[in-house]
T-cell receptor, first 114, second 109 residues
Framework: DSGVTQTPKHLITATGQRVTLRCSPR?????VYWYQQSLDQGLQFLIQ???????AKGNILERFSAQQFPDLHSELNLSSLELGDSALYFC?????????????FGPGTRLTVL | GIQVEQSPPDLILQEGANSTLRCNFSDSVNNLQWFHQNPWGQLINLFYIPSGTKQNGRLSATTVATERYSLLYISSSQTTDSGVYFCAARQNYGQNFVFGPGTRLSVLP
């Protein structure tokens, strides 16, 4: 158990819908990262937050957005869902220091869009 | 941005055999990690190793930062070692963390 929690574990929804994925980082970690793992694209970095502020942005679609709250949990919002958004979504967290920013991954949320 | 390659893409071993997985990266890094994704999809941290050598039981890893590669050694493999092994790297804090395509390992009894 990495200490990173994600809910829900599974989500099945229809095209055009909107969903919210939730992540709680390890105790004391200020950084949260979101990743998408699909069969044809591998593991893709989406976005990073540090202590509530966006720190780095990857291949995140405009239909997707994220935020990190004062209690440091984070949410990833996916809207106008398409079949191709079906994937495993991971959250990771890392310690506050720049010198050692090892990432620890949560169990993931498996999203299926029908 | 940084490019990360892994080889071989697939590896089939008999239980008890040893193996070496390789990760090449295109630029200097300040973060390199190895992960094992088990058949249930969990990503398990193996090593945080931007440089140097580390060992943990039957697994060890070496990163030669000046030559831009990292190696993961698995000795006396077990069926539970099956899954996909990823390396991931980042050049600098605040930049994207890039995963390699993975090496799929199958250990046969």
């Amino acid at each position: 158990d990495s200490g990173v929690t994600q809910t829900p574990k599974h989500l099945i929804t229809a095209t055009g819908q909107r969903v919210t994925l939730r992540c709680s980082p390890r105790s004391g970690d200020l950084s949260v990262y979101w990743y998408q793992q699909s069969l044809d694209q591998g593991l893709q970095f989406l976005i990073q937050y540090y202590n509530g502020e966006e720190r780095a942005k990857g291949n995140i679609l405009e239909r997707f957005s994220a935020q990190q709250f004062p209690d440091l949990h984070s949410e990833l919002n996916l809207s106008s869902l398409e079949l191709g958004d079906s994937a495993l979504y991971f959250c990771a967290s890392s310690p506050r220091t720049r010198l050692h920013n090892e990432q620890f991954f949560g169990p993931g949320t498996r999203l299926t869009v029908l | 941005g940084i490019q990360v390659e892994q080889s071989p893409p697939d590896l089939i071993l008999q239980e008890g055999a040893n193996s070496t997985l390789r990760c090449n990266f295109s630029d200097s890094v300040n973060n390199l990690q190895w992960f094992h994704q088990n058949p249930w999809g969990q990503l398990i941290n193996l090593f945080y190793i931007p440089s140097g050598t580390k060992q943990n039981g039957r697994l060890s890893a070496t990163t030669v930062a000046t030559e831009r590669y990292s190696l993961l050694y698995i000795s006396s493999s077990q069926t539970t070692d099956s899954g996909v092994y990823f390396c991931a790297a980042r050049q600098n804090y605040g930049q994207n963390f890039v995963f390699g395509p993975g090496t799929r390992l199958s250990v046969l009894p």
